[in-house]
Structure formats: C-alpha cells, structure tokens
Nanobody, 117 residues
Framework: QLQLVESGGGLVQPGGSLRLSCAAP????????IGWFRQAPGKEREGVSC???????DYAEAVKGRFRTQRGSAKNTVYLQMNSLKPEDTAVYYC???????????WGQGTQVTVSS
C-alpha cells in the first residue's frame, strides 16, 4: 500500500513562497504519475499540477508561471514550488499518485496553505 505524506504548508504573506513535499518512504515515486490538488473551504477540489513518469508537467491556468512541480533526486519525493502566492491560493493541498493512466489511486492527508497578511 503506497502511503503519501505531504509537508511544507503554513502561513505566508501575499507574494511569498512555499515549497510543498510529497514523500513516499521506501517507494520509488518516479514510477508513478503525481498530481497536486487543492480544496478551499466551501469549494470543490481542483487540480493544480501534474507530472508524468517522463517528467512532463501541466498546470492549472490559475497557477501557471507561479507554481512548479518537479521530482526530487531521491526518487521518493515530489515537490510543488509555489511562488508569488495570493490569498486565493489558500487551501488544503493534496498530492496523489497513480500508475499507468488508471487515475490517482493513492492520496495523501493534505497540508494547509494559508496566504494572508
């Protein structure tokens, strides 16, 4: 059973940066497609970014040019670098993993990101 653990969330001022981590101890995440999602209070969960096993990436329009997702050198961690944060980025952020185009079967518990002055 693949267990994902997100970390790196917190409180940051508008314009600031955070780097979220998605870790899977003992598992090579390079073999999985990874997606980042977020859910703000009262809103539906939305996709933020994804990275394929070939390291192709895609981003939601709302975060393009500000967020970047990349795989770590240790092969068991994926990062979401978030720059120029806005109050509307406030949400619980989740990472998810999937194999072979079958969707995201594994989800982390989420980490809170709050952007506020």
């Amino acid at each position: 059973q693949l267990q994902l653990v997100e970390s790196g969330g917190g409180l940051v001022q508008p314009g600031g940066s955070l780097r979220l981590s998605c870790a899977a101890p003992g598992v090579i995440l390079d073999n999985y497609a990874i997606g980042w999602f977020r859910q703000a209070p009262g809103k539906e969960r939305e996709g933020v970014s994804c990275i394929s096993v070939t390291r192709d990436t895609d981003y939601a329009e709302a975060v393009k040019g500000r967020f970047r997702t990349q795989r770590g050198s240790a092969k068991n961690t994926v990062y979401l670098q978030m720059n120029s944060l806005k109050p509307e980025d406030t949400a619980v952020y989740y990472c998810a993993a999937g194999l072979g185009g079958s969707g995201y079967a594994y989800w982390g518990q989420g980490t809170q990101v709050t952007v506020s002055s």
